[in-house]
């Protein structure tokens, strides 16, 4: 009888989760919201209630091997999420432990962004290669490095926090870390939305942003006016390209990728930022590295890259 493994991506936003069978379907799938939930016990209920109803669509808990658990700042080595930023709990939370004991099921967890990296590698755009970098554009940055055909760890499990590298030395402060001027303040979904609240407090041109309440400004809505002509929404994206493609000379220059691979909602932006992207990256590495790194967006549903590779991690216990 075919068996089964839940695949689980946790986001500052909201929490993405589906079964998936052994050769990378996702089955069935569904959404909670992770910012509602204060406390993680809510969180870890409403995620037993909604993926009860799923497990039992495939046959019943008999039927599962493993859930894997892509989540912001996951330590693979002790299954705990520690310290992370973008989450509304803090501190060091032992989830693994936690999913265990409510599901009696085998739990193993590592950071969403090297999720997402092994989904690539198994069922996307970076299959078959050896060596390539997933930067994650969302509420926050994030990524996964595989270097030689393997995931970088590091020796306790953090390896990899790219989004956290200083881009613009006592540049913007970053609220959950209290660091100043990383890439995420910039090159995120979050990052986006400051950039062009920024701009528009710093001049008076007309723009259709002007239009919209603080609130309620945030990348989309960027990218629409973008797409209308509008100039101050076309240079949020060139800034926050040159800040990223600043930043992925760096990354190339330490672990010579074969591409660099960007999953997520930033990436629905298309070439308003991936032209200005490329052209830093090139203008900044130097002359061997040239032309050689392709950037590419994830082939993967932006929903299914993250669970096939939280899932990914189950086949491997």
């Known amino acids: 009888m075919d068996s089964f493994v839940v695949g689980v991506d946790i986001g500052g936003t909201g929490t993405k989760f589906g079964i998936v069978d ?32 799923l497990i039992d669509k495939v046959g019943g808990f008999g039927r599962i091997k493993g859930i894997g658990v892509g989540a912001p700042n996951g330590n693979v080595y002790t299954g705990n999420i520690e310290y992370a930023p973008n989450l ?54 994030g990524s996964g490095i595989v270097a030689n055909g393997q995931l970088i760890y590091g020796h306790d499990g953090f390896a990899g926090e790219l989004g956290h590298t200083t881009i613009i030395p006592e540049g913007r402060m970053h609220p959950g870390t209290g660091k100043k001027g990383c890439l995420e303040s910039y090159a995120s979904a979050t990052g986006v939305t400051n950039t062009a609240i920024e701009l528009l407090a710093s001049s008076e041109r007309p723009s259709l942003l002007r239009g919209v309440p603080y609130e309620q400004l945030n990348s989309k809505v960027v990218f629409d006016a973008a797409s209308k002509g509008d100039e101050i929404a076309k240079e949020v994206f060139d800034f926050t390209g040159e800040i990223l493609g600043r ?52 082939h993967l549903k932006e929903s299914d890259a993250a669970i096939l590779g939280a899932s990914a991690l189950v086949w491997d216990m």
């Open 22 to 53: 052994n050769v990378g379907n996702v089955l069935f799938s569904s959404e909670i919201s992770t910012k509602k939930h204060e406390q993680v016990h809510t969180f870890i209920d409403e995620l037993h209630e909604k993926l009860s109803e």
């Open 247 to 298: 930043a992925l000379a760096n990354f190339v220059m330490f672990s010579s990728p074969e591409a660099i691979i960007l999953f997520g909602g930033l990436t629905k932006s298309g070439d308003f930022l991936l032209k200005p992207t490329r052209e830093h990256l090139e203008a900044n590495v130097i002359q061997i590295f040239q032309n050689k790194v392709k950037i590419l967006v994830s």
């Open 88 to 141: 509304p709990w803090k501190g060091v939370i032992p989830l693994a432990k936690m999913l265990q004991d409510k599901f009696r099921l085998p739990v193993k967890l590592t950071n969403d962004a090297n999720a997402a990296a092994v989904g690539e590698m198994m069922y996307g755009a970076a299959q078959g290669m050896k060596d390539f970098i997933m930067i994650t554009l969302g509420t926050g940055v």
